[in-house]
């Protein structure tokens, strides 16, 4: 079983367009985070959810909306998509604080390739 | 304002060992990480440390020193499939974590 899904893995398309990308996690975990990875490989965290609630949300283009059904869901809308907005979305969850050590230990979906032409 | 450094890329022969360095600058410290990152893959979790000293898992080690603001990731006997970015990314005060850029390592035969 998959720990963090996130569809599609890859997606092309034209400016100006509106894309959705998916996450679910399996793994019990409170938090989840959507992180951009461009060109450069910079993990630029965007938006974090803890138990559905918005806990941290990065100067980011009001373009991006997440949005979380329940605490196992983080899906990322973007509209009126811009060259600029081509790189690889990554989701991520973590555990409970009351995990110990592990608390902070984030686990990353596969990604999904994002490409504006 | 909140920075990690480390090197852009390093080369290494097949066997032999490594280390990664990585130097931070936080407001706060909740602990640092290291992730690997294979090629056209998510990172995945390595180590972390929030104490000073040397934490070893099999053929691979990190260490911290927070006085200096420094980590290492060593890295033994270095197979092929060890080519990969290497990840730091140190925790500020606020429970955020702050990356680098990464370490693309090479391995030679």
New interface residues.
Partial sequence: DTA?SQTPKYLVTQMGNDKSIKCEQNLGHDTMYWYKQDS??????MFSYNNKELI?NETVPNRFSPKSPDKAHLNLHINSLELGDSAVY?CASSPPSGWG?GA????????SRLTVL | GQNIDQPTEMTATEGAIVQINCTYQTSGFNGLFWYQQHAGEAPTFLSYNVLDGLEEKGRFSSFLSRSKGYSYLLLKELQMKDSASYLCAAMDSNYQLIWGAGTKLIIKP
Avoid: P, Y
């Fill in positions: 963090v450069k490989k910079f993990l630029k965290i941290i990554f050590s902070n230990v984030l686990t990353f979906g596969a990604g």
